[in-house]
Protein backbone atom coordinates (compact mmCIF):
# COMPACT_ATOMS: atom_id res chain seq x y z
CA UNK A 1 0.00 0.00 0.00
CA UNK A 2 1.66 3.68 -1.01
CA UNK A 3 2.06 6.01 1.40
CA UNK A 4 3.64 9.38 0.55
CA UNK A 5 5.12 11.41 3.35
CA UNK A 6 6.08 15.40 3.18
CA UNK A 7 8.83 16.89 5.05
CA UNK A 8 8.87 19.74 6.75
CA UNK A 9 4.92 19.85 7.57
CA UNK A 10 5.50 23.86 7.48
CA UNK A 11 8.08 26.33 6.06
CA UNK A 12 8.58 29.91 6.46
CA UNK A 13 11.26 31.75 4.48
CA UNK A 14 12.12 35.50 3.35
CA UNK A 15 11.03 36.48 0.19
CA UNK A 16 14.17 35.64 -2.38
CA UNK A 17 15.15 32.44 -1.17
CA UNK A 18 15.35 29.35 -2.66
CA UNK A 19 13.63 26.55 -0.97
CA UNK A 20 12.98 22.46 -1.79
CA UNK A 21 10.04 20.73 -0.17
CA UNK A 22 10.52 16.86 -0.13
CA UNK A 23 8.40 14.13 -0.55
CA UNK A 24 9.13 10.55 -0.15
CA UNK A 25 6.95 7.55 -0.84
CA UNK A 26 7.14 3.81 -0.26
CA UNK A 27 6.32 2.05 -3.43
CA UNK A 28 8.64 2.37 -6.15
CA UNK A 29 6.34 1.12 -8.81
CA UNK A 30 4.72 4.49 -8.79
CA UNK A 31 3.67 5.26 -12.64
CA UNK A 32 3.94 9.16 -11.85
CA UNK A 33 4.29 11.65 -9.36
CA UNK A 34 2.41 15.19 -9.40
CA UNK A 35 2.76 18.38 -7.16
CA UNK A 36 -0.40 20.25 -6.52
CA UNK A 37 -0.61 23.77 -4.44
CA UNK A 38 -3.16 24.33 -2.45
CA UNK A 39 -4.51 27.76 -1.32
CA UNK A 40 -6.64 28.13 1.50
CA UNK A 41 -10.24 27.30 0.89
CA UNK A 42 -9.88 26.53 -2.42
CA UNK A 43 -9.10 23.43 -4.96
CA UNK A 44 -5.86 21.96 -5.97
CA UNK A 45 -3.81 23.43 -8.79
CA UNK A 46 -1.56 20.98 -11.07
CA UNK A 47 1.87 22.54 -10.60
CA UNK A 48 4.16 19.96 -12.53
CA UNK A 49 3.72 15.72 -13.20
CA UNK A 50 6.86 13.60 -13.27
CA UNK A 51 6.29 10.33 -15.59
CA UNK A 52 8.06 7.57 -13.87
CA UNK A 53 10.64 7.11 -16.95
CA UNK A 54 11.32 11.18 -16.20
CA UNK A 55 13.84 12.56 -13.72
CA UNK A 56 12.58 15.88 -13.43
CA UNK A 57 10.06 18.46 -14.99
CA UNK A 58 10.47 22.56 -14.90
CA UNK A 59 7.78 24.84 -15.12
CA UNK A 60 8.97 28.55 -14.75
CA UNK A 61 10.67 28.86 -11.47
CA UNK A 62 10.07 25.58 -10.04
CA UNK A 63 11.78 22.32 -10.88
CA UNK A 64 10.48 18.95 -9.67
CA UNK A 65 13.12 15.65 -9.65
CA UNK A 66 11.73 12.01 -9.48
CA UNK A 67 14.15 9.20 -7.43
CA UNK A 68 12.59 5.99 -7.83
CA UNK A 69 15.17 4.12 -6.45
CA UNK A 70 15.23 5.69 -3.43
CA UNK A 71 11.01 6.97 -3.40
CA UNK A 72 11.57 10.48 -2.79
CA UNK A 73 10.64 13.70 -4.70
CA UNK A 74 11.65 17.18 -4.40
CA UNK A 75 10.21 20.37 -5.67
CA UNK A 76 12.46 23.55 -5.87
CA UNK A 77 10.93 26.95 -5.85
CA UNK A 78 13.71 29.37 -7.47
CA UNK A 79 13.31 33.13 -5.67
CA UNK A 80 10.42 32.69 -3.74
CA UNK A 81 7.84 35.40 -3.53
CA UNK A 82 5.18 36.35 -1.41
CA UNK A 83 2.57 35.23 -4.40
CA UNK A 84 4.31 31.28 -3.17
CA UNK A 85 2.62 31.31 -0.11
CA UNK A 86 0.37 27.74 -0.21
CA UNK A 87 0.03 24.52 1.08
CA UNK A 88 2.20 22.23 -1.48
CA UNK A 89 1.06 18.44 -1.99
CA UNK A 90 3.08 16.02 -3.80
CA UNK A 91 0.77 12.64 -4.95
CA UNK A 92 1.64 9.36 -6.44
CA UNK A 93 -0.02 7.32 -8.95
CA UNK A 94 0.57 3.74 -9.09
CA UNK A 95 -1.28 1.05 -11.20
CA UNK A 96 -4.41 2.32 -10.79
CA UNK A 97 -6.48 5.34 -10.99
CA UNK A 98 -6.01 7.00 -7.73
CA UNK A 99 -3.77 9.18 -6.46
CA UNK A 100 -2.26 8.64 -2.73
CA UNK A 101 -1.55 12.55 -1.19
CA UNK A 102 0.72 13.24 1.29
CA UNK A 103 -0.23 15.91 4.13
CA UNK A 104 1.39 18.43 2.06
CA UNK A 105 3.92 21.51 3.51
CA UNK A 106 2.09 24.70 3.94
CA UNK A 107 4.81 27.18 2.95
CA UNK A 108 5.17 31.32 4.07
CA UNK A 109 7.35 33.63 1.97
CA UNK A 110 7.91 36.76 4.06
CA UNK A 111 7.84 40.11 2.05
CA UNK B 1 -9.09 28.21 -19.39
CA UNK B 2 -12.05 25.95 -18.78
CA UNK B 3 -12.09 24.82 -14.95
CA UNK B 4 -14.06 22.10 -13.07
CA UNK B 5 -17.03 23.80 -11.63
CA UNK B 6 -18.56 22.76 -7.85
CA UNK B 7 -21.79 23.20 -6.41
CA UNK B 8 -23.01 24.54 -3.94
CA UNK B 9 -19.37 25.89 -2.05
CA UNK B 10 -20.93 25.02 1.40
CA UNK B 11 -23.85 22.75 2.25
CA UNK B 12 -24.84 22.10 5.70
CA UNK B 13 -27.18 19.14 6.82
CA UNK B 14 -28.66 17.17 9.71
CA UNK B 15 -27.25 13.86 10.43
CA UNK B 16 -28.99 11.62 8.59
CA UNK B 17 -30.33 13.57 5.88
CA UNK B 18 -29.28 13.03 1.85
CA UNK B 19 -26.82 15.61 0.16
CA UNK B 20 -25.55 15.50 -3.51
CA UNK B 21 -22.88 16.91 -4.99
CA UNK B 22 -22.63 18.60 -8.13
CA UNK B 23 -19.57 18.89 -10.18
CA UNK B 24 -19.37 20.02 -13.98
CA UNK B 25 -15.65 18.56 -15.13
CA UNK B 26 -14.25 19.97 -18.50
CA UNK B 27 -15.90 19.79 -21.17
CA UNK B 28 -13.83 17.20 -23.36
CA UNK B 29 -12.55 15.29 -20.12
CA UNK B 30 -13.45 11.39 -20.39
CA UNK B 31 -12.19 10.49 -16.44
CA UNK B 32 -14.09 11.85 -13.48
CA UNK B 33 -12.87 11.67 -9.48
CA UNK B 34 -14.13 12.24 -6.67
CA UNK B 35 -11.52 13.02 -3.61
CA UNK B 36 -12.45 14.54 -0.22
CA UNK B 37 -10.03 16.01 2.97
CA UNK B 38 -11.54 15.93 6.55
CA UNK B 39 -9.72 19.20 8.36
CA UNK B 40 -6.28 18.68 8.60
CA UNK B 41 -5.69 15.76 7.08
CA UNK B 42 -4.98 14.33 3.74
CA UNK B 43 -6.62 14.56 0.38
CA UNK B 44 -7.88 11.01 -0.01
CA UNK B 45 -9.80 9.21 -3.22
CA UNK B 46 -12.95 8.19 -3.10
CA UNK B 47 -14.12 7.08 -6.70
CA UNK B 48 -13.18 7.27 -10.28
CA UNK B 49 -16.20 7.08 -12.93
CA UNK B 50 -15.33 6.05 -16.54
CA UNK B 51 -17.20 5.86 -19.72
CA UNK B 52 -20.63 5.66 -17.37
CA UNK B 53 -19.16 3.50 -14.54
CA UNK B 54 -17.35 3.54 -11.77
CA UNK B 55 -14.14 2.03 -12.81
CA UNK B 56 -12.52 2.21 -9.53
CA UNK B 57 -13.78 3.11 -5.47
CA UNK B 58 -11.90 2.90 -1.83
CA UNK B 59 -13.16 1.56 0.70
CA UNK B 60 -14.67 4.71 2.13
CA UNK B 61 -16.79 4.71 -0.87
CA UNK B 62 -19.28 2.14 0.72
CA UNK B 63 -23.25 1.96 0.42
CA UNK B 64 -23.96 5.38 1.62
CA UNK B 65 -22.09 6.80 -1.85
CA UNK B 66 -22.92 6.67 -5.08
CA UNK B 67 -22.02 9.00 -8.10
CA UNK B 68 -23.94 9.39 -11.38
CA UNK B 69 -23.49 11.41 -14.64
CA UNK B 70 -27.35 12.14 -15.01
CA UNK B 71 -26.70 14.02 -18.51
CA UNK B 72 -23.48 15.26 -20.43
CA UNK B 73 -22.10 17.94 -18.20
CA UNK B 74 -23.22 17.40 -14.26
CA UNK B 75 -21.23 14.80 -12.45
CA UNK B 76 -23.08 14.23 -8.93
CA UNK B 77 -21.65 12.41 -5.64
CA UNK B 78 -25.03 10.98 -3.28
CA UNK B 79 -24.40 10.66 0.13
CA UNK B 80 -27.97 8.76 1.30
CA UNK B 81 -27.77 9.14 4.86
CA UNK B 82 -25.24 12.01 6.31
CA UNK B 83 -22.80 11.03 9.66
CA UNK B 84 -20.83 13.44 11.64
CA UNK B 85 -17.83 11.62 9.67
CA UNK B 86 -18.95 13.15 5.92
CA UNK B 87 -18.14 16.64 7.04
CA UNK B 88 -15.03 17.37 4.94
CA UNK B 89 -14.43 19.43 1.75
CA UNK B 90 -14.88 17.15 -1.45
CA UNK B 91 -13.53 17.80 -4.20
CA UNK B 92 -14.31 16.82 -7.95
CA UNK B 93 -11.63 16.47 -10.34
CA UNK B 94 -11.23 15.30 -14.14
CA UNK B 95 -8.51 14.55 -16.34
CA UNK B 96 -8.94 13.98 -20.58
CA UNK B 97 -7.09 10.81 -20.36
CA UNK B 98 -6.40 8.10 -17.54
CA UNK B 99 -2.66 8.08 -17.20
CA UNK B 100 0.31 10.58 -17.44
CA UNK B 101 -2.26 13.36 -17.38
CA UNK B 102 -2.47 16.33 -14.59
CA UNK B 103 -5.45 16.11 -12.56
CA UNK B 104 -7.92 19.07 -12.73
CA UNK B 105 -9.60 19.78 -9.39
CA UNK B 106 -12.49 21.91 -8.76
CA UNK B 107 -12.27 24.36 -5.69
CA UNK B 108 -14.26 21.85 -3.82
CA UNK B 109 -17.66 21.83 -1.32
CA UNK B 110 -17.54 22.31 2.09
CA UNK B 111 -19.95 19.46 3.34
CA UNK B 112 -20.50 20.14 6.98
CA UNK B 113 -23.26 17.28 9.03
CA UNK B 114 -24.78 18.76 12.44
Known amino acids: KQEVTQIPAALSVPEGENLVLNCSFT??????LQWFRQDPGKGLTSLLL?????REQTSGRLNASLDKSSGRSTLYIAASQPGDSATYLCAGQGGSEKLVFGKGTKLTVNP | EPEVTQTPSHQVTQMGQEVILRCVPISNHLYFYWYRQILGQKVEFLVSFYNNEISEKSEIFDDQFSVERPDGSNFTLKIRSTKLEDSAMYFC????????????FGNGTRLTVT
Open chain 2, 93 to 104: ASIRSSYNSPLH
Open chain 1, 27 to 32: DSAIYN
Open chain 1, 50 to 54: IQSSQ
